[in-house]
C-alpha cells in the first residue's frame, strides 16, 4: 500500500549551506506525524519547500501520486494540502468569519471575474461558504467572536483562527507549523483536541512543534531532524530514548524540555 505522501531526497541551501540535506520521509493517510528537531534543524524550510513558499534546490514529492514537486503554490493547495504559519498572518480589519471565507474563495468555483458580478450562483456560493465557515468556527470554539474584527482576538484565539482557515477548504493532508508556540497551557490542551478532531474526520496531519510534550501525546510517528538531516523516525516511545534525538537537542540548547 502507497503512502499518501511522499518525499524524496529534498534539499534547501542558503548560499551554499544546506538548511534541509536530502530529506525523504512518508505520510500515511489517517495519520498524525511530528516533524521534530532544534532550532535551526530545517523543520519550517522544509514545508516552506512543500508548498512553495520557497524553491527547493532538489527532491520530489508526491500526494496520492501526484507528482507536486514543480508545480505552482496554487495547483498544490488545490491537489489538497493546506498549512499554517509561525506567525498567524490575518486581515484584522475583517471579521473572525470572513477571514474563514476568504481563505475558502479560490475554491468556490467561481474564479475572481464571476466572484465580482453578482447572480444566483454567486449569492449561493457565499452562503454555502458562510454555513461552512460558521460550522468550523463552531467546532474550533470562536463562534461568539465570528461578528468581530480579528484584532480583538488574543494571540490562542488566533492560532485556532489559523488553523479554521487550514480546514475550511476540507484538506487531504495539512502541514501545521507550531501550533502550540506562545500559547498557555489550557489553549494548547485545545488544540490538541481540536488536531484529534479534524484527524478523526478524515485530515492526515504533520505537525512542527518544539513543545515534545505535546508531540508525544498527538503523534502516531515522529521524525527528528538535525541540521537539517532525518536522525531519528519511529513512534514517541522509541523516539523518547533514541540517543541521536537526545544528543541533537543537548547539543541545539533543548536541555531540560521533556521528552
Given at each position: ?222 521524525i527528528v531532524l538535525d541540521l537539517g538531516r532525518k536522525i531519528a523516525e519511529g513512534p514517541p516511545s522509541l523516539i523518547r530514548t533514541d540517543e541521536k534525538v537526545l544528543e541533537a537537542y543537548i547539543m541545539g540548547g ?6
Open positions: 500500500m502507497s503512502a499518501l505522501f511522499e518525499l524524496n531526497g529534498l534539499t534547501k541551501t542558503f548560499n551554499g549551506v544546506p538548511a534541509v540535506d536530502d530529506l525523504s520521509f512518508s505520510v500515511e493517510a489517517g495519520t498524525i506525524v511530528g516533524l521534530v528537531g532544534p532550532n535551526g534543524s530545517g523543520k519550517s524550510t522544509t514545508v516552506d519547500c512543500l508548498t512553495r513558499f520557497q524553491p527547493a534546490n532538489s527532491g520530489t514529492w508526491f500526494l496520492n501520486g501526484q507528482d507536486l514537486s514543480s508545480v505552482s503554490r496554487y495547483r498544490i493547495a488545490h491537489s489538497g494540502i493546506t498549512r499554517t504559519f509561525q506567525a498567524v498572518p490575518a486581515y484584522d480589519r475583517l471579521s473572525v468569519r470572513d477571514n474563514v471565507c476568504v481563505a475558502a474563495q479560490e475554491f468556490d468555483g467561481l474564479g475572481w471575474v464571476k466572484s465580482l458580478v453578482p447572480s444566483r450562483r454567486t449569492r449561493e456560493a457565499d452562503a454555502d461558504l458562510e454555513e461552512q465557515a460558521e460550522d468550523l468556527l463552531e467546532v474550533v470554539g470562536l463562534t461568539h467572536m465570528a461578528d468581530m474584527p480579528v484584532s480583538f482576538l488574543s494571540y490562542g484565539q488566533r492560532k485556532l483562527l489559523s488553523i479554521a482557515c487550514a480546514m475550511i477548504t476540507t484538506p487531504v493532508i495539512t502541514f501545521l507549523d507550531e501550533p502550540v508556540a506562545g500559547v498557555n497551557p489550557s489553549m494548547i490542551l485545545k488544540i490538541r483536541e481540536l488536531l484529534g478532531k479534524f484527524n478523526r474526520r478524515g485530515v492526515t496531519l504533520v505537525v512542527i512543534d518544539h513543545n515534545m510534550e505535546f508531540i508525544m501525546q498527538l503523534c502516531d510517528r515522529v533543548a536541555v531540560g524540555r521533556q521528552l
